[in-house]
């Protein structure tokens, strides 16, 4: 009898976070640039004067009102903030939204996601009662529509945890990977085809410097009533601490995942929120200057990189590179190893974001820290190379 296969053992991201110095981490996926100084200094007046209470599920109002109006500027979609079942919400970070949404369209049923892909997305369902299934990007992080249609059928039609939705993370992390409009437009299809719900996780959509950009599957034809979209302020604004994000969907989607909320963590951090909705619109030229800062980082780190041997992924965003490991190693997990031993620098080995080996060789690095750490990053990686 065939012995079953052991299930393959994944990289703790924050364990190799821990065995790092802050001069070697490019490794766990969080800004380490300093507070926006406006923003800081919102966030003290607003604390200081004592608006430190319960706030209601589906977040601060003036919060709202500035986040619908960036949704307009940047992603063309109208939304009404005082609708009534609320078509957005502000969500304790990105993850709260995804938890919102498990509990309330996933358990006892399983969404997609796209391999290599963003662990939490698999971790919190399989947390909270559901089940993830993976769908194998090829080597180029390209696939064909019949596949993806006859893998989502397979599952549509089994009886046990039957697939429910389809989860979108472009740009993604952790490639970094912009899904063209004609890659959209067929999970679209397939969704469309087979009644499911789409889940968008847009938290890059502001890093995208390619030739694709970033489209929202909500604002394809027909998605609008199908597409709940997550995205968080933690990355763009270097708050992860704060937990804020936000999610928007058609009203009737999204009243189940305000009703989760409100029981899971009742209200988002009341002050940090009346802080932000001061500054998020503000500053018409904020997210061109972040682009601008971090494809410079991309520049030098690529670069940096390429020179050593690393076949750096085009993947057309900046917060994350994704490259395979000098063409004498195999290895990713065994060459982080060295690389800490050796330079007290980490990434992340890609079996951390995959079931399959295809992705064994390549390692995702985090770019998003000062110039002075990656500077410094690359040149003791250089000299544990040589």
């Given at each position: 009898?065939?012995?079953?296969k052991?299930k393959k053992?994944?990289?703790?991201?924050r364990?190799?976070?821990?065995l790092?110095?802050?001069?070697?981490?490019?490794?766990?996926?969080?800004?380490?640039?300093?507070?926006?100084?406006?923003?800081?200094?919102?966030?003290?007046?607003?604390?200081?004067?004592?608006?430190?209470?319960?706030g209601?599920?589906?977040g601060?109002?003036?919060?709202?009102s500035?986040?619908?109006?960036?949704?307009?500027?940047?992603?063309?979609?109208?939304?009404?903030?005082?609708a009534?079942?609320?078509?957005?919400?502000?969500?304790n970070?990105?993850?709260?939204?995804?938890?919102?949404?498990?509990?309330?369209?996933?358990?006892?049923?399983?969404?997609?996601?796209?391999?290599p892909?963003y662990?939490?997305?698999?971790?919190?369902?399989?947390e909270f009662?559901?089940k993830t299934?993976?769908f194998?990007?090829d080597?180029?992080?390209?696939f064909?529509?019949g596949?993806l249609?006859?893998?989502?059928?397979?599952l549509?039609?089994?009886?046990?945890?039957?697939l429910?939705?389809v989860?979108?993370c472009t740009?993604?992390?952790p490639?970094?990977?912009?899904?063209?409009?004609?890659e959209?437009?067929?999970?679209?299809?397939?969704?469309?085809?087979?009644?499911?719900?789409c889940?968008?996780d847009?938290?890059y959509?502001?890093?995208?410097?390619?030739?694709?950009?970033?489209?929202?599957?909500?604002?394809?034809?027909?998605?609008?009533?199908?597409?709940?979209?997550v995205?968080?302020?933690?990355k763009?604004?270097?708050?992860?601490?704060?937990?804020?994000?936000?999610?928007?969907?058609?009203?009737?989607?999204?009243?189940p995942?305000?009703?989760?909320?409100?029981?899971?963590?009742?209200?988002?951090?009341?002050p940090l929120q009346?802080?932000l909705s001061?500054?998020?619109t503000?500053?018409?030229?904020?997210y061109?200057?972040l682009?601008?800062k971090?494809?410079?980082?991309?520049?030098l780190v690529?670069?940096?990189?390429t020179?050593?041997?690393?076949?750096?992924?085009p993947?057309g965003s900046?917060?994350y590179?994704?490259?395979?490991i000098?063409?004498?190693?195999?290895?990713?997990?065994?060459?982080?190893?060295?690389?800490?031993e050796k330079?007290?620098?980490?990434v992340?080995?890609?079996?951390?974001f995959?079931?399959?080996?295809?992705?064994?060789?390549?390692?995702r690095?985090?770019?998003?820290?000062?110039?002075?750490?990656?500077?410094?990053?690359?040149e003791?990686m250089?000299?544990a190379?040589?």
């Amino acid at each position: 009898m065939q012995e079953a296969k052991s299930k393959k053992v994944k990289p703790d991201i924050r364990a190799i976070t821990r065995l790092v110095p802050p001069s070697g981490n490019l490794v766990q996926g969080q800004s380490e640039l300093p507070i926006d100084p406006d923003l800081a200094k919102e966030a003290y007046d607003v604390i200081a004067a004592s608006r430190n209470h319960y706030g209601g599920s589906e977040g601060d109002a003036a919060l709202r009102s500035s986040v619908a109006e960036k949704i307009r500027r940047y992603n063309g979609i109208d939304l009404d903030p005082d609708a009534r079942p609320f078509e957005l919400m502000i969500t304790n970070g990105g993850t709260g939204a995804l938890i919102g949404i498990t509990q309330s369209y996933l358990k006892g049923a399983s969404a997609l996601v796209f391999e290599p892909y963003y662990p939490y997305h698999r971790r919190i369902l399989e947390e909270f009662g559901g089940k993830t299934e993976t769908f194998e990007l090829d080597e180029n992080l390209a696939f064909e529509k019949g596949a993806l249609l006859a893998r989502c059928k397979a599952l549509a039609n089994r009886s046990e945890f039957p697939l429910k939705a389809v989860i979108v993370c472009t740009p993604s992390n952790p490639s970094g990977k912009v899904m063209t409009r004609d890659e959209l437009q067929a999970i679209a299809e397939v969704c469309e085809e087979l009644d499911l719900l789409c889940i968008s996780d847009e938290v890059y959509e502001h890093y995208v410097a390619g030739e694709n950009p970033h489209v929202p599957i909500a604002s394809l034809p027909g998605m609008w009533d199908r597409t709940i979209t997550v995205n968080s302020f933690s990355k763009s604004w270097n708050i992860s601490g704060w937990r804020l994000g936000y999610t928007y969907a058609k009203g009737e989607l999204l009243a189940p995942v305000n009703n989760a909320a409100n029981v899971i963590y009742v209200c988002p951090a009341t002050p940090l929120q009346a802080a932000l909705s001061k500054v998020l619109t503000a500053d018409p030229d904020y997210y061109d200057d972040l682009l601008k800062k971090f494809d410079r980082k991309r520049i030098l780190v690529s670069d940096a990189l390429t020179e050593l041997g690393f076949d750096i992924y085009p993947s057309g965003s900046s917060f994350y590179l994704w490259a395979r490991i000098p063409e004498e190693f195999d290895d990713a997990l065994t060459f982080n190893e060295m690389l800490m031993e050796k330079a007290g620098v980490g990434v992340v080995p890609g079996s951390a974001f995959a079931d399959s080996d295809l992705w064994d060789a390549h390692v995702r690095v985090c770019i998003a820290r000062e110039d002075s750490i990656l500077e410094g990053a690359m040149e003791k990686m250089r000299s544990a190379l040589s």
